[in-house]
């Protein structure tokens, strides 16, 4: 609208917040407006026909009330009706504040247009009635009835009290409020009005009421009053002394009815209770964060506002106020892609992304705090990097147990291969031998051909045993002083068949002066011929081996060198796993993958270590074994153990021997064995016929199968054990179990000693020598 000399109204409102309502709202008046801005107010009325002055405080509440008393400053404007437009929820606002600056009405928004368009009319008419002096009393009585109009629809009673005559003269909606009668309202004593409030506000009000009378200042108060409906209503009470009404003191002002805002505080209050619970108490990190641009390009973020848990998900504390760039300095720039497109776009996000520069992985929701145009995200966030771990943990195992699986799949198709191998020329030297006529040279040569495959699969057997026995802790080490001399030379005489087999050159670099090893000579001895058969295997015809030993300060290091297939670099952290098949390529290596791993194994147990090394494929190898001279605890070395000694085979007197197996192939090869070398065996294959043959025969030493069914080993050893008649037996379990524990299981059966299948011709005559040794002794 465009301001004239006759504008009625003075709009005051800051220039960018247009108020098209209220404009459509004036036009419908047909009045015409000037409208200024807050820092434009003149000391002069602008136009001779203004009526009254609109304040609209909705897009800033907070300078209205020191706006309002600069208008009842200004001279020019002073007598001019004030009326505000207040802001929404705007806790900056303050109705009370802007009532005692001086304006005649706050209208809290959005304002009812009836109400608004009503207020405008009366101020506007009574403008025009005073310029024109209409004093009539149809005029005056018109005027009254709209003022009631205005006054109802703006919930707004007005009353004036005569101290001195104690009458209080109320209008009808004080009447209401109050819930007095007529005849009260129109003069009846203030106390009506006290009875009404609330007993809780009863004494501040009052004391407010007296302060006024007593220093002629105005009075501003709010307190509950009960209404004509039985409820109690939330009101503003303004009050100040009137001069020039005759005798006395007399008092006026209004009441403001402000139930329906304070209702409305009160659940916007509640509202932002419960919302601060929530945002405190839940787990999830919680933030609004405010999207910082470079033109069109987010390029940061500032924390607006943090909950508890948001310092234990992200490990950040202090953020509020800070940039994610000032906490983080190199976080990840697709954060503040993700979240500038929430903003821009208001499309919220789930998604799961990694802060590498914070070293976590996060679950996160975004979505636009406000409407268009608005900056503002709210981010709630999970830290999942212990489950992203946990998964990527499971992934792995997962892979190795695929991994596991495969290789232990091909080392059980490698082990049945392995074990025809010598199957094979034992069953065929068995039918050479049956279609040989007896022939001595054929059957001599057969057996020589069935005595080294048997070899090899017992060698088979003992790695596959040791394995267990080293998986579930069970190998136990027997050490005794020995030298590093005499462990070498016993390997290079177990490997040497294979080493000469191949046509290898085969160079041993060991010190002269012997140097002394506590340690286990079986297993070492099994350490270094494992590492010399490998060699021997993965080295084509002719090459070259090389075995040293040397002193390296508290340990020895002996290492085996080749200039075989060499091991490719991505596969020498693995070639000590078991079942490991590296170098299976070539099909003259065979192998059942277990050697190195229990030469790993065995050197871990001796407090030692391996390595393996390599040039690459076509490079040859090298493997290092170090092992401690002298572990702690290790007594003294005594130089007649650094001597090479041997079992004494003694012959000694027949002896009656009795076999006790189920298997009768077993049980008979093994009395025919013992007979050939001029003992007197027999056979029983159950644990019956065992203690009627004991009883008839009484054999010096009985070699009792355990896993017999009936009575097995265990069983018949105590049986015999129970009758006195074999007291001076020796009593000898014979099976395929040979770890600790079952060892001490037969000796607690009665048993003197534990041998394990297959048994060694040579082991077994020389412990018979020895009882028949000392059975002759006694």
């Not at 992200?314 to 509020?320: E, F, K, P």
């Amino acid at each position: 609208m465009r301001a004239g000399n006759d504008a009625s109204i003075l709009l005051i409102a800051q220039q960018h917040a247009v108020n098209s309502a209220i404009d459509h709202l004036i036009s419908e008046l047909g009045e015409t407006v000037l409208r200024i801005g807050p820092s434009d107010v003149p000391d002069h009325r602008p136009t001779p026909a203004l009526a009254l002055i609109l304040v609209d405080a909705s897009a800033d509440g907070a300078g209205a009330a020191a706006l309002t008393r600069q208008l009842r400053a200004a001279s020019g404007l002073a007598a001019l009706p004030v009326m505000v437009l207040a802001p929404e929820n705007d806790p900056a606002f303050s109705v009370a504040e802007t009532y005692a600056a001086g304006a005649i009405d706050v209208l809290p928004c959005p304002v009812p247009s009836v109400a608004l368009k009503a207020k405008l009319r009366f101020f506007i008419d009574a403008h025009h009635t005073a310029a024109k002096q209409r004093h009539s009393e149809t005029d005056l009585r018109d005027t009254r009835a709209r003022l009631d109009i205005t006054l109802a629809a703006a919930e707004l009673a007005t009353w004036t009290w005569d101290v001195s005559a104690n009458r209080v003269t109320a209008d009808a909606a004080m009447a209401r409020l109050f819930n007095l009668s007529p005849e009260v309202a129109a003069g009846g004593p203030v106390q009506h009005y006290l009875n009404a409030l609330h007993p809780d506000d009863l004494a501040h009000t009052t004391a407010h009421i007296n302060a006024a009378l007593a220093s002629g200042e105005p009075y501003d108060v709010e307190y509950r009053v009960r209404g004509a409906d039985g409820q109690y209503h939330n009101v503003i009470a303004r009050g100040q002394i009137v001069p020039g009404m005759g005798a006395g003191q007399h008092l006026r002002g209004v009441v403001i009815d402000i139930t329906r805002q304070k209702r409305a505080e009160q659940q916007l209050g509640a509202s932002e209770e419960r919302y601060r619970t929530l945002f405190d108490s839940i787990d999830t990190g919680v933030c609004i964060i405010e999207m910082l641009f470079e033109g069109d390009s987010p390029v940061d973020y500032r924390f607006m506002e943090t909950n508890p848990a948001f310092v234990g998900h992200t490990g950040l504390t202090d953020a509020v106020g800070k940039t994610m760039l000032e906490m983080v300095p190199g976080h990840d720039r697709h954060w503040f892609s993700i979240y500038g497109q929430v903003a821009t776009s208001g499309t919220p996000v789930r998604f799961i992304n990694e802060a590498r520069a914070m070293r976590r992985w996060f679950d996160v929701y975004a979505t636009r705090v406000g409407g268009p145009g608005s900056r503002q995200v709210a981010v709630m966030f999970t830290d999942i990097s212990a489950r992203v771990a946990a998964d990527a943990e499971l992934r792995r195992l997962a892979a190795d147990l695929s991994e596991a699986d495969r290789r232990k799949t091909e080392f059980l198709a490698t082990l049945a291969h392995e074990l025809r191998n010598p199957l094979a020329p034992i069953r065929s030297g068995l039918q050479v031998m049956r279609r040989s006529g007896g022939d001595a040279a054929v059957a001599a040569r057969m057996q020589d051909i069935m005595d080294r495959q048997l070899g090899h699969m017992v060698a088979l057997v003992d790695d596959l045993l040791d394995v267990a026995r080293i998986t579930r802790g069970r190998i136990d080490l027997k050490p005794e002083w020995t030298s590093v001399q005499q462990l070498v030379a016993g390997a290079i005489e177990t490997s040497r068949p294979l080493i000469d087999g191949k046509a290898h050159h085969l160079q041993v670099l060991v010190p002269e002066q012997p140097l002394a090893l506590y340690a286990d000579p079986t297993r070492i001895r099994q350490i270094l011929s494992n590492l010399l058969n490998n060699a021997a295997k993965y080295t084509a015809q002719g090459g070259r081996i090389t075995l040293a030993a040397r002193q390296a300060g508290a340990d020895v290091l002996i290492s085996v060198t080749d200039n075989g297939i060499g091991i490719a670099p991505d596969d020498l952290a693995g070639v000590f796993d078991l079942f490991s098949q590296i170098g299976r390529a070539d099909p003259q290596c065979g192998g059942l993958g277990i050697g190195l791993s229990l030469v790993r194994s065995l050197a871990e147990q001796h407090g030692g270590s391996v390595a393996a090394a390599s040039g690459g494929l076509g490079q040859g190898s090298v493997f290092s074994v170090r092992l401690p001279l002298a572990p702690p605890g290790a007594a003294p070395p005594l130089p007649d153990h650094l001597k090479e000694t041997g079992p004494a085979m003694a012959n000694g007197a027949p002896l009656r021997i009795l076999v006790v197996d189920d298997n009768v192939d077993a049980a008979s090869t093994l009395a025919e064995l013992l007979t050939l070398i001029g003992h007197a065996a027999e056979v029983a294959n159950d644990g019956a016929g065992a203690l009627a043959l004991a009883a008839a025969r009484r054999p010096q030493v009985m070699f009792l199968d355990i896993g017999m069914p009936g009575m097995d080993g265990f069983e018949l050893a105590r049986a015999l054990r129970a009758d006195d008649r074999h007291d001076d037996a020796l009593l000898v379990a014979l099976t395929g179990w040979g770890s600790s524990a079952d060892r001490e299981r037969t000796r607690a059966a009665g048993f003197d000693l534990h041998l394990t299948k297959p048994v060694d011709l040579a082991s077994v005559a020389d412990l018979l020598s020895n009882h028949a040794r000392r059975h002759d002794t006694a």
